[in-house]
């Protein structure tokens, strides 16, 4: 492709299709968004029995959970969406699906630190082809009238995967909940993945790009790499990614930075360099609500990542003779009523408001992660694992309602034939700074205030008092978007309408 005129083939199926088949693909979409959650989850709950069971630090365990796992998943999300926004993405997505679950299985035979890490790195490879496709199949199913709501829909994966994590733990337990094979429950999950990806490219037709937004056919959100680097202003370029080049290779030099690191973050830096030449995608990055949404939900997601990765261990530190399997139980039935409730209601309540107040799509998260905050401060505040759970119901109302949002605005601001780019690059700020950042940094704390001379359970509980500062950030992110959000969607509205 040589100029943005040359227009992409399109498939045979509707531009709009019936009611019940969209729905039964975002039903699908929303199940594999489940397993993504469930694959991750599944880490965190398990934690106290992998750590004893491998020997781990906290800082390991956090490492685990977050950046082996997030720089791998974040990255790699962004050459796949490029893919996603050019080629079948039922093809890609089932891929992908069948690639992480095969990891997860081979979690189960992890023997050491390092098996354990390479195997969540294939887990966070297969997953980064996940979102992208999704959100923009989605965005071919659903106007920008009921996007919000479909997406919320989507995000229900979510607390439903979390919920699934726990009560498969539980259903795998034996017959001593404080005995528990971790491996099996790893493999059974895997295995399971799989089978989904065959009914997933067995299912789902991929649909029109665009077909909600207009009726003709699009031109290619992409131009040819000549005519790309013709039009660029390059020496700011060379100098800008130059430096990030040198820099990360220096901390390499100096030991700080690993060199399987120092290799990824070099791909990603020579990726961004050539993504910068192209316009769709440098239109996509100087939108400012999408900035201010993507690190909004990014700050509020670290909080909720280092919660969900230490919970269970924090539970049996607070009160070691209590039942695991009642405790993994109602963690379950807290993100399946509560979580559920607050992604459902809070991307329905925004579809309604924003139809005379598109701020709403700011307003109604601010005021969500504004209530999170004493919250998560007085979960680990209770001083009984009942008290710490009802709390924590409350908590996980308010930490759904942003969701369906934050997804919509990636999606609805973006070039049409960007979408599935949008979503990369905003799963890229939002998950190397909470899924990457919020268990390592949590981690790194409970090691820091255990080092301080505390007990573990007051060094966890400092530790979390520590990482719910990132609700603060998110509130301040999320009233920014009421600011520029009305300027930004009449733009976008009419670019992708003309």
Not at 49 to 57: G, N
Request: proline share 4%; net charge positive.
């Amino acid at each position: 492709m040589n100029d943005e005129s040359v227009v992409t083939s399109v498939p045979d199926t509707p531009a709009k299709p019936k009611k019940g088949y969209r729905t039964l693909v975002l039903l699908l979409l929303t199940l594999v968004y489940g397993f993504n959650f469930i694959d991750r989850q599944i880490v965190g709950i398990l934690a106290p029995f992998i750590q004893a069971d491998l020997d781990l630090t906290n800082t390991q365990l956090g490492l685990l959970i977050g950046l082996a796992f997030a720089a791998f998943y974040t990255i790699l999300g962004i050459p796949l969406a490029f893919l996603a926004d050019r080629m079948n993405r039922v093809t890609l997505l089932s891929l992908a699906l069948a690639t992480w679950s095969g990891f997860t299985a081979l979690t189960g035979f992890a023997q050491n630190f390092m098996h354990i890490a390479l195997a969540r790195v294939g887990v966070g490879i297969g997953e980064a082809g996940g979102s992208p496709p999704s959100h923009s199949m989605i965005s071919d199913f659903y106007s920008k009238t009921e996007r919000a709501g479909a997406l919320g829909i989507y995000s229900l994966g979510i607390p439903l995967g979390i919920m699934s994590a726990y009560f498969l733990t539980a259903s795998l337990l034996g017959a001593d909940p404080n005995e528990v094979n971790w491996r099996r429950i790893f493999i059974i999950l895997g295995v399971t993945g799989v089978v989904l990806a065959f009914i997933v490219k067995l299912v789902i037709r991929e649909p029109r790009r665009g077909a909600m937004e207009s009726a003709n056919t699009l031109p290619s959100g992409y131009i040819g790499l000549k005519a790309s680097w013709d039009q660029a202003l390059l020496m700011p370029r060379f100098a800008i990614f130059g430096g990030f080049f040198a820099t990360l290779w220096l901390g390499f030099a100096f030991g700080i930075v690993p060199a399987i690191f120092a290799a990824l973050f070099s791909f990603f830096i020579l990726m961004m360099f050539v993504l910068s030449l192209q316009p769709g995608v440098m239109t996509i990055l100087k939108i400012k609500s999408w900035w201010w949404m993507a690190l909004g939900i990014a700050f509020a997601s670290f909080a909720s990542y280092a919660v969900s990765g230490f919970q269970t261990k924090y539970l049996r530190l607070l009160d070691p003779e209590f039942n695991f399997r009642t405790i993994i139980i109602w963690i379950g039935i807290i993100n399946g009523t509560f979580y559920v409730a607050g992604t459902y209601f809070g991307a329905k309540l925004v579809d309604w408001r924003s139809k005379t107040d598109i701020r709403a799509y700011g307003t109604i998260p601010a005021i969500s992660i504004l209530l999170a905050f004493p919250l998560a401060i007085a979960t680990f505040w209770a001083p009984t694992v009942v008290m710490h759970l009802v709390i924590g119901a409350a908590l996980q109302l308010c930490l759904g309602v942003y969701l369906g949002p934050s997804f919509a605005i990636a999606q609805t601001l973006a070039p049409i034939k960007l979408r599935a780019m949008s979503t990369a690059l905003f799963f890229f700020v939002l998950n190397m700074i909470a899924l990457g950042g919020g268990p390592t940094f949590a981690g790194a704390m409970i090691d820091v205030f255990l080092g301080a001379g505390n007990v573990e359970l007051e060094a966890t509980r400092l530790a979390m008092y520590v990482t719910f500062g990132a609700y603060i950030l998110a509130f301040i992110f999320y009233m920014l978007v009421r600011v520029t959000l009305p300027k930004d969607w009449a733009a976008s509205e009419a670019r992708n309408e003309s």
